[in-house]
């Protein structure tokens, strides 16, 4: 998995509720398309954000659970919601309730995967916030986080209030 660094712990709360953060991959999750808003939120530029991994956002307190409930749900051909903690470039952070979904070529072909985000309320983070550090913490029983297989991971997301809730 993917540690993305510095991390400030400091969290920006500047998305406005009448913003909608939008971002497109490929199917190997490269990004593609990068709206207005995930720039001036993550405080990326456009350019730093096309062509790289989707996951260069990715805040090392999101538990790995989080990531395999979200492709299974998707190889599924279910749309995924959930909170999500992403990374700023500065290290800051931000909350944004996601929704991913698949995108289909005319023959029905995935070609990506389409993300919308919405600025959540501080009650969604607050149970995020207590659920993920549930999730974290089942992870770190095992071994390091970075050593740990899929088969482990979807073991442990099999077994979690987030593969209860499908």
């Given at each position: 998995m ?8 400091q969290e920006n709360?500047?998305?406005r509720?009448?913003e ?7 199917p190997?999750g490269i ?5 207005a ?6 405080g ?10 989707h996951?260069i956002?990715?805040h090392p307190d999101m538990?790995r ?6 492709w299974?749900?998707?190889?599924r ?20 309730d ?8 005319r023959?029905?072909?995935i070609?990506g995967y389409l ?9 969604q983070?607050a149970?995020a916030?207590r659920l993920?550090a549930?999730l ?8 390091a986080?970075?050593?740990m297989?899929?088969?482990?991971v979807?073991g ?7 593969y209860q809730?499908?």
């Open positions: 993917r540690i993305n660094m510095p991390v400030t712990q709360d500047s998305l509720e009448d909608l953060v939008c971002s497109k991959t490929n190997k990004i593609t398309y990068a709206n808003a995930l720039c001036r939120i993550s990326f530029a456009e350019k730093e954000l096309l062509g790289t991994p996951n956002m990715r538990p659970m989080a990531y395999a409930w979200m299974d749900t998707l190889n051909g279910l749309l995924w919601q959930a909170m999500v903690k992403n990374r700023c470039k500065n290290g800051n952070h931000y909350w944004v996601a929704n991913v979904s698949r995108q289909y070529s023959d029905g072909c070609i993300s919308t985000r919405r600025k959540p309320t501080h009650a983070i149970e916030e993920y549930s974290r913490q089942a992870e770190g029983e095992l071994e986080r970075g050593k297989s899929a088969e482990v979807m442990l997301y099999q077994n979690s209030p987030l809730a499908r």
